[in-house]
Nanobody
Framework: QLQLVESGGGLVQAGGSLRLSCAAS????????MGWYRQAPGKQRELVAT???????NYADSVKGRFTISRDDAENTVYLQMNSLKPEDTAVYYC??????????????WGQGTQVTVSS
């Protein structure tokens, strides 16, 4: 069964750093774009950052210069390095990946989410 498993969330003080990881496992043929989204209480889920299979990246304006997305295709893993964290970064962070499993078309897969809490 194909799945995404996230790790690395937690509680950190404002100005601190966290690194999120998301590993894909299962019968994977290829992984296209990967990304991170977040959802704060009472708000809609929003894009944080994405990275294509060619390494092109895209960031939300609110995280530019503070967050860095990267991927390790040998490990089917995407990372989000978060620096200079602010209380408004508090949210559940979700990993997303467009994956082709063997014998199936491309499909968007989501992780279960990991909580990031930034205290002031």
């Amino acid at each position: 069964q194909l799945q995404l498993v996230e790790s690395g969330g937690g509680l950190v003080q404002a100005g601190g750093s966290l690194r999120l990881s998301c590993a894909a496992s299962g019968s994977i043929f290829s992984i296209n774009a990967m990304g991170w989204y977040r959802q704060a209480p009472g708000k809609q889920r929003e894009l944080v950052a994405t990275i294509t299979s060619g390494g092109s990246t895209n960031y939300a304006d609110s995280v530019k210069g503070r967050f860095t997305i990267s991927r390790d295709d040998a490990e089917n893993t995407v990372y989000l390095q978060m620096n200079s964290l602010k209380p408004e970064d508090t949210a559940v962070y979700y990993c997303n990946a467009v994956i082709s499993a063997y014998g199936t078309p491309k499909y968007h897969y989501w992780g279960q989410g990991t909580q990031v809490t930034v205290s002031s």
